[in-house]
């Protein structure tokens, strides 16, 4: 038990100490990252909800790898640049475009089966509709893992979906904590009117790859005893 606390004092001071060294970069990423989710956005903003969606499949979701890029050469240690953000989105975005795809579809069946105040709901109906659920949602906790999986060691993505599943599998803990911290970091740019979305997707990242990196690590490990 001490040595996991160890573990993650560690983890959580390696982390904070990256974001403080290379703050500058991050903002950098951010910003890049900010730029490719403008055009989904002010659909959103319009009511186009679908076609936002559609949009982000395309934008938000390779930018995202393309962060992830950039931000994994700051955990190597490297000095990172703009080309290092746009060579992930290109690297990176057919399988990209595939997971968001699998992501969109999956949110816009759990919709469309969303029972909008309807009464005498059968079991069925009930039934479908938490299966649904509990699919996005475990789609949305792989995709987690899968992206940076995916931009590290440069894997297809079936392979990094795989892994993320033996990830998840292996570390519930860490998983409901990256994802509880991904919740948290929404909760404060809506909070400060997405005033400090500058900073916060570039940090979160952070925390995800260096999770990514340990516990792949910690799982190979533990596999070669």
């Not at 649904?132 to 940076?148: D, E």
């Not at 916060?200 to 596999?223: E, G, I, T």
Request: include cysteine; glycine fraction near 6%.
């Amino acid at each position: 038990m001490g040595n996991k606390n160890t573990e993650a004092r560690s983890y959580l001071e390696e982390c904070v100490f990256c974001v403080w060294e290379n703050m500058a970069f991050l903002v950098l990423g951010n910003l890049l990252f900010l730029a490719f989710c403008i055009p989904p956005f002010i659909f959103l903003l319009v009511g186009e909800v679908f076609f936002s969606l559609g949009i982000a499949c395309f934008s938000v979701i390779p930018a995202f790898s393309g962060l992830l890029h950039f931000v994994a050469k700051i955990i190597q240690n490297k000095k990172p640049a703009m080309r290092d953000f746009f060579l992930g989105v290109y690297r990176f975005y057919g399988r990209s475009i595939v997971l968001g795809s699998l992501g969109i579809f999956s949110f816009s069946w759990l919709l469309s089966v969303f029972p909008y105040g309807e009464e005498g709901l059968s079991l069925a109906e009930v039934c479908l509709f938490v299966l649904s659920l509990f699919s996005f949602l475990f789609l949305v906790i792989l995709s987690v893992y899968a992206v940076p999986i995916m931009v590290f060691w440069d894997l297809t993505l079936k392979k990094a979906l795989i892994q993320a599943l033996i990830l998840t599998s292996h570390y519930r803990i860490p998983t409901a904590g990256i994802l509880s911290l991904g919740f948290l970091v929404a909760l404060l740019a809506w909070w400060t009117k997405l005033g400090l979305l500058i900073i916060l997707p570039s940090v979160w990242a952070v925390f995800l790859c260096k999770l990514v990196v340990k516990l792949s690590q910690d799982l190979a490990f533990s596999d070669s005893e």
